[in-house]
């Protein structure tokens, strides 16, 4: 008997609560972020916002650096675990509809990541702001909610992003390996050299939201839809694999 949509979404759900990597890593994309925010802002972050040209808002996410690393990871974890100990077979024997299979899955990754997300991002700009003193600001400011909001939907895009090519290259190794030194060293290399091009880059794009005015010719919506682009074309090749691929 076929399993009905609502049962596929529900037993993802339950995948994703049993294995301790893919919890461990959707916790901490909360936790990691809040102890870096708590850890700097407690230290630093007055004297960081007294600098000339400091812009508040974006510095008040800074956190979400470490946050998408958690995120990438969940995303990357969620999907890697079904080719272990052949989990996908017994995945596909209860589901064998793969599309089904394959859409309840990343609307489960996608929603948990979306909902850590937008709770993670309210958090730490909210405890962060407790250590700024005169320089805290509220989500009164203008562009604090835009950017809260879509600091939440950046990081659902990230682990989607993840989970696409983990799909793909059927390795959460391989996907770290090639996500974390792209968002750590090389994508800051590449604007160094490519200038105005770089903000194309999944991360760049995606993080405009998070400033009060961004320069350049994309705007805060606009970017984070070129990271949603980014990761939609990583689903589409994940489904392509999981298609056309053996178990």
Same mark, same amino acid.
């Given at each position: 008997m076929t399993m009905s949509t609502t049962a596929v979404l529900r037993s993802e759900w339950i995948k994703i609560r049993s294995v301790r990597?893919?919890? %461990?890593? =959707?916790i901490a994309v909360f936790l990691a972020t809040l102890a870096i925010t708590v850890l700097t802002f407690a230290t630093v972050g007055q004297a960081e916002a007294d600098n000339e040209g400091a812009e508040l808002l974006f510095g008040a996410f800074y956190a979400l650096n470490f946050g998408q690393i958690a995120a990438i990871s969940f995303g990357a974890t969620a999907l890697s675990s079904e080719y272990l100990n $052949?989990?996908? +077979? *017994?995945s =596909?024997?209860?589901?064998?509809? +793969? %599309?089904l299979f394959y859409l309840a899955k990343m609307s489960v990754v996608g929603g948990l990541a979306l909902l850590v997300g937008l709770v !993670?991002? @309210? !958090?730490? @700009? #909210?405890? $962060?702001?407790l250590f700024m003193g005169e320089y805290a600001i509220g989500l009164g400011e203008p562009g604090a909610v835009r950017a809260a909001f879509? %600091? $939440? *939907?950046? #990081?659902?895009l990230m682990a989607l992003f993840a989970a696409g090519l983990a799909a793909l290259l059927r390795s959460a190794v391989a996907v770290l390996s090639l996500l974390i030194p792209f968002i750590l060293i090389v994508s800051f290399v590449v604007g160094d050299i490519a200038g105005g091009a770089a903000q194309y880059l999944p991360d760049r794009a995606g993080q405009l939201v998070l400033h009060q005015n961004p320069e $350049?010719? =994309?705007?805060p919506w606009t970017g984070l839809a070129v990271t949603a682009a980014w990761a939609g074309v990583a689903l589409l090749a994940g489904w392509w694999a999981v298609r056309n691929r053996d178990a």
């Open positions: 990597s893919v919890a %461990g890593s =959707l $052949g989990a996908l +077979r *017994i =596909l024997s209860a589901v064998p509809r +793969r %599309g !993670t991002s @309210f !958090t730490s @700009f #909210l405890v $962060g702001q879509g %600091g $939440g *939907i950046y #990081l659902a $350049g010719s =994309l705007g």
